[in-house]
């Protein structure tokens, strides 16, 4: 299950948030150009992390571990959407539908 944040938030905030709660393990940087191979890139080394990519960021970034965003932020239900479909949170953010798509390698952990 990957996350998409609707819900507008500060990028900054965003990401010291995290960084606050799970090591930051990589950036990958992108342009216009090489956005497509470095998304491949960022998606085949996604393991056992979460990966963070942001409206009008060019990064993807890579976390340590499997956020709980539901703990970290305190965000409602409704401040997100859930998808099983890996490119959906990518889709939304560039459509400018979303702040935010949390992608995981794995099933997220709720408490």
């Known amino acids: 299950m990957h996350k998409i944040l609707t819900k507008w938030i500060e990028p900054y905030v965003l990401l010291e948030t995290l960084k606050k709660h799970h090591n930051l393990v990589k950036v990958y940087t992108f342009d216009g150009f090489s956005k497509n191979d470095i998304k491949k890139e960022f998606l085949k080394n996604l393991k056992s992390s979460t990966g963070l990519y942001m409206k009008n960021v060019n990064n993807f970034y890579v976390f340590e571990g499997i956020a709980d965003i539901d703990k970290i932020f305190q965000f409602a239900e409704n401040d997100y959407e859930i998808t099983t479909d890996i490119n959906k949170p990518?889709?939304?953010?560039?459509?400018?539908?979303?702040?935010?798509?949390?992608?995981?390698?794995?099933?997220?952990?709720?408490?």
């Open 90 to 111: 990518f889709e939304m953010v560039d459509m400018g539908k979303a702040e935010a798509g949390f992608i995981y390698s794995s099933e997220p952990t709720s408490h």
